[in-house]
């Protein structure tokens, strides 16, 4: 079982900035494509942004590039995702979540395990 812990998460405001952290104590982190999501209450989960176990290929597939980076560092197994330009639609439950097998992290149906989220409220 791989355990995923988020932090980072908290109260913002609008035009801010956050970052956001995905933690783990597995020996094979490195080996993981791990992928950010989000969900809102009462709306889909959306896919935020993903990074690849082999060489750190990123993908943003709901979120702009520009306000979204993801970045890992394997040494910490830790990868971040930072935020800027913060608006209150951002207000969600943001989750990290780990594909094991050596491929990209491209949808939520190949996440093997999920943190249990961190939550970010962007006040106006």
């Known amino acids: 079982q791989v355990q995923l812990v988020e932090s980072g998460g908290g109260l913002v405001q609008a035009g801010g900035s956050l970052r956001l952290s995905c933690a783990t104590s597995e020996r094979t982190f490195s080996r993981y494509s791990i992928g950010w999501f989000r969900q809102a209450p009462g709306k889909e989960r959306e896919f935020l942004a993903s990074?690849?176990?082999?060489?750190?290929?990123?993908y943003y597939p709901e979120c702009v590039k520009g306000r979204c980076t993801i970045s890992r560092d394997n040494a910490k197994n830790t990868v971040y995702l930072e935020m800027n330009s913060l608006k209150p639609e951002d207000t969600a439950v943001y989750f990290c979540?780990?594909?094991?097998?050596?491929?990209?992290?491209?949808?939520?149906?190949?996440?093997?395990?999920w943190g249990q989220g961190t939550q970010v409220t962007v006040s106006s």
């Open positions: 990074i690849s176990w082999s060489d750190d290929r990123t």
């Open positions: 979540a780990a594909r094991t097998a050596p491929r990209p992290l491209s949808s939520a149906t190949v996440v093997d395990y």
